[in-house]
C-alpha cells in the first residue's frame, strides 16, 4: 500500500492494514502489543490494532503529548539544507506563530511542560507560545534536528550534488559522510527523547522541534522500522502544525490529530 502525503492516507498507507477501512485519523487510537514496542516490528509477534472512535478510558490517569513543528524559517526562504544550520524565524514565521498563540489562548490549552530544540527556530517559536500560555521554555538538546553537520546551511543543489545518494542510504550509515548522523542513530535518540518526557511529572506535555526528529519520535510510537534514506513512513508536519498524543497506563498510544494546522487557515 502507497504511503499519501495527507496525514490520513500517512497513518494507514505506511502501517499497511490491509483489508481495514482507515478512519479519520483524528480519531483514530493505535494499540501495540508488548513484542512491538519492546523493539522493532515483527510480523510474526507484533501485531498494530486500529480502534475507530473508541474513546480511551479517561479515568486513567492519561499523558497529553503535543509535538509541534517550529515555523518558517530564514532557511525556507535561503533554499539551503537546514538540518543544525541554525537558522532564525522569519517574520512570517512569527506571524504563524502568533495565529497559533491566538488559537491556543482561546481554547485555554493548558501546557505543564514546554520543552524545545535550542536552535533558534524552535526556541523562539516556544519562547512566542510559552509568553502566551505563560510558561517556561526549556531547551534540551535531545531534540536537535538531525545533525547534518557538513552540509548544514549549504545551498540544496550542491548538497545534492556532493551526496547523490543521501536520500537512500542505510539506515546506518551517515548520509553526510563523517561529522553526520546515521538515521538509526536518530531513531535511538527520538526514542529515548520520549522514554524522558514520560517521566515528567504533570499531565500535558508540549514539545517544540523539528521534521526529522518529530517523524523519528513518531515512528518509534508506532512501531516503525528507522527507513533507509528518506523512504519508510512519514508523518507530515508543516510549519507550526502539530500532531496530539495521549498516552495511558496500559502504555497504550491515542494518535488524536496529525499536522494539525487550522490557525492558519
Not at 502525503?5 to 502489543?33: F, H, K, N
Request: glycine fraction near 8%.
Amino acid at each position: 500500500m502507497t504511503a499519501h502525503v495527507d496525514a490520513a492516507a500517512t497513518l494507514c498507507g505506511t502501517l499497511a492494514i490491509a483489508g481495514r477501512a482507515c478512519p479519520d485519523a483524528a480519531a483514530a487510537v493505535w494499540r501495540s502489543s508488548s513484542a512491538c514496542r519492546s523493539g522493532p516490528a515483527d510480523p510474526k509477534t507484533c501485531t498494530i490494532h486500529l480502534q475507530t472512535r473508541t474513546p480511551l478510558n479517561m479515568t486513567e490517569p492519561i499523558k497529553s503529548i503535543t509535538l509541534l513543528r517550529h515555523g518558517w524559517s530564514a532557511a525556507d526562504d535561503e533554499r539551503v539544507h537546514e538540518g543544525r544550520y541554525d537558522s532564525p524565524l522569519t517574520d512570517k514565521g512569527r506571524g504563524q506563530v502568533a495565529r497559533l498563540a491566538a488559537r491556543w489562548v482561546a481554547e485555554r490549552r493548558m501546557i505543564d511542560h514546554l520543552i524545545c530544540s535550542p536552535l533558534q527556530r524552535a526556541h523562539e517559536t516556544a519562547r512566542l507560545l510559552g509568553a502566551a500560555l505563560n510558561v517556561e521554555p526549556h531547551p534540551d538538546d535531545a531534540w536537535l534536528e538531525h545533525d547534518n553537520s557538513p552540509v548544514a546551511g549549504l545551498p540544496l543543489e550542491e548538497v545534492h550534488r556532493r551526496f547523490p545518494h543521501a536520500d537512500v542510504s542505510p539506515p546506518h550509515t551517515p548520509p553526510f559522510g563523517p561529522g553526520s548522523e546515521s538515521r538509526a542513530a536518530m531513531h535511538r535518540r527520538a526514542g529515548a527523547a520520549l522514554e524522558q518526557l514520560l517521566t515528567l511529572p504533570g499531565a500535558h506535555v508540549l514539545v517544540v522541534a523539528h521534521g526529522g526528529i518529530l517523524n523519528a519520535v513518531m515512528r518509534n510510537i508506532v512501531s516503525a522500522a528507522c527507513p533507509p534514506g528518506s523512504g519508510g513512513a512519514w508523518f507530515a508536519f508543516g510549519d507550526t502544525g502539530f500532531t496530539t498524543l495521549q498516552y495511558d497506563v496500559h502504555h497504550r498510544w491515542g494518535i488524536l490529530g496529525v499536522n494539525d494546522q487550522l490557525h492558519l487557515r
